[in-house]
């Protein structure tokens, strides 16, 4: 276990915060409380922080070619503007299943949108991962497992990392030319007792790092799925980190006070914030969706 000089860069105090993306174009961070639910852009050089409602449940927001964003929300997937602050719905996702919703999403290299669903209740096996192609919702074929997270690309796009949350396992699928997926493989498995996988992110390295939701810490893995760095965290349930900052490396890292009692908060003042740290490594430039 290493001690990153860890610091809270924005006061946000989000329920479930989710979702973090580096876009270059605007030089900031965006993320999410997936429970409040709202979609934040955090400007890192004046440390200013835009914030607007989602009509449901958001996930994620990617970037587009177009200076719009690609937005996960519970009732599908939609076009967003930041120059209105409108939600325009691109497609439904799973409208069979009214107790899902998206959860997490990545963009490969390609320009490719990967993402995955959950059970709002965090029960259920019926969460699955999915792409997107052009209008058109394809199931990447994963089993379904109760809480999706990920995806995340390897940095030649060949290789897909899916996590089963509760499962706290980490598989890897070999992308084909076609987008189909190879047999899934198990990549990496936490310890009981060591909390669960939430979303994972690849490095200019190609390693993997993920937040550990109850684990108190962010890990990083090599591309063989051997443990190679543990960071501590002043709060619990870290969700996710980006890589950012114009050269980025700088981690930024959401958390969630969601789950946490009275005393719980008292003793993690920075849970709900946005966190940042010195992770010793570049992150790679994010892709915009195709």
Not at 1 to 7: E, L, S, Y
Not at 131 to 140: A, H, N, P, Q
Request: with cysteine; charged share 20%.
């Amino acid at each position: 276990m290493t001690n990153a000089d860890v610091q809270a860069v924005c006061r946000v105090g989000a329920t479930l915060g989710e979702g973090p993306a580096w876009i270059a174009r605007d030089q900031s961070l965006w993320f999410v409380d997936i429970k409040h639910p709202r979609l934040y852009r955090f400007h890192a050089a004046t440390r200013t922080l835009d914030h607007w409602a989602a009509p449901a449940q958001i996930g994620w927001a990617l970037p587009a070619a177009d200076g719009t964003m690609i937005a996960g929300l519970q009732t599908g997937l939609h076009r967003f503007d930041p120059g209105n602050g409108s939600f325009t719905l691109i497609v439904e996702v799973e409208p069979d299943r009214p107790g899902n919703r998206l959860n997490d999403a990545t963009v490969a290299p390609d320009g490719t949108l990967w993402f995955g669903s959950m059970d709002d209740d965090e029960q259920a096996e019926t969460g699955h991962f999915y792409r997107l192609d052009g209008r058109t919702v394809i199931d990447s074929g994963h089993p379904p497992v109760a809480i999706t997270n990920g995806p995340a690309c390897s940095i030649d796009g060949r290789t897909l990392y899916t996590t089963d949350t509760l499962g706290r396992t980490i598989w890897a699928q070999a992308v084909n030319d076609d987008h189909t997926l190879g047999p899934q493989r198990v990549f990496a498995t936490i310890e009981e007792g060591a909390g669960y996988p939430d979303g994972p992110t690849i490095d200019a390295e190609g390693c993997l790092w993920t937040g550990l939701y109850g684990g108190w810490v962010v890990r990083r893995y090599d591309p063989d799925g051997r443990l190679m760095r543990s960071v501590a965290m002043p709060v619990a349930n870290v969700t996710k980190i980006a890589f950012g900052g114009a050269d980025l490396r700088t981690a930024f890292a959401t958390t969630a006070r969601q789950g946490l009692d009275a005393a719980a908060r008292e003793r993690q003042p920075l849970a709900g914030d946005l966190l940042a740290f010195d992770p010793g490594v570049a992150g790679a430039a994010l892709t915009t969706v195709r």
